[in-house]
Antibody
Framework: EEQLVESGGGLVQSGGSLRLSCAASGFTFSSFDMHWVRQTTGKGLEWVSA???????YYADFVEGRFTISREDGKNSLFLQMNSLRAEDTGVYYC????????????WGRGTLVTVSS | EIVLTQSPATLSLSPGERATLSCRAS??????LAWYQQKPGQAPSLLIYDASNRAPGIPARFSGRGSGTDFTLTISSLEPEDFAVYYCQQRSNWPPLTFGGGTKVEIK
């Protein structure tokens, strides 16, 4: 069964850091571009970042250099290092795999909750 | 950035009725639009890609149409499990990929 499982969320103070992880199983992880998508109360679903199979990276403007996406294909894992966190970063962070038809999301994890206290 | 505007925000219907959801893009996105369904406590799930193609395993009562800036998701006859929130997403012009604000389909 294809699966994505996120971890690493939690409660952090404004200005703090968290490192999210996503463990993939049931498919050839190295063959897919991978993304982080978040869901916040204020903005709904927001695309955060992507990493391609060649480790090329892409970020939403609101990241402003604070987050770093990476992947470790040998461990079937995706990461998001988040620094300088703000209250508006509070939300559920999903790991998502693209489809073979393009950058739509055909497989999602259950999400990990990030809460930034001000 | 391409802004996707979904309407209505809430749709109150009864099981068996037809649901028509709209997604409008701030500029042309050709047919590069997907629709997702999200139930409480769950991640979104892909229904439709490239405006009109059903994802594997999606029932035929779900259909999508449109191109350019105007798109529609239709559920021909609502089943109890279809009451959920629906989102559109574009992949035409990125970064960023963008989502609409969602339409909640609730039981009348």
């Amino acid at each position: 069964e294809e699966q994505l499982v996120e971890s690493g969320g939690g409660l952090v103070q404004s200005g703090g850091s968290l490192r999210l992880s996503c463990a993939a199983s049931g498919f050839t992880f190295s063959s897919f571009d991978m993304h982080w998508v978040r869901q916040t109360t204020g903005k709904g679903l927001e695309w955060v970042s992507a990493v391609g199979t060649a480790s090329d990276t892409y970020y939403a403007d609101f990241v402003e250099g604070r987050f770093t996406i990476s992947r470790e294909d040998g461990k079937n894992s995706l990461f998001l290092q988040m620094n300088s966190l703000r209250a508006e970063d509070t939300g559920v962070y999903y790991c998502a795999r693209v489809t073979k038809w393009g950058w739509y999301f055909g497989l999602w994890g259950r999400g990990t909750l990030v809460t930034v206290s001000s | 950035e391409i802004v996707l505007t979904q309407s209505p925000a809430t749709l109150s219907l009864s099981p068996g009725e037809r649901a028509t959801l709209s997604c409008r893009a701030s500029q042309s996105i050709s047919r590069f639009l997907a629709w997702y369904q999200q139930k409480p406590g769950q991640a979104p799930s892909l229904l439709i890609y490239d405006a009109s193609n059903r994802a594997p395993g999606i029932p035929a009562r779900f259909s999508g149409r449109g191109s350019g800036t105007d798109f529609t998701l239709t559920i021909s006859s609502l089943e109890p499990e279809d009451f959920a929130v629906y989102y559109c997403q574009q992949r035409s012009n990125w970064p960023p990929l963008t989502f609409g604000g969602g339409t909640k389909v609730e039981i009348k």
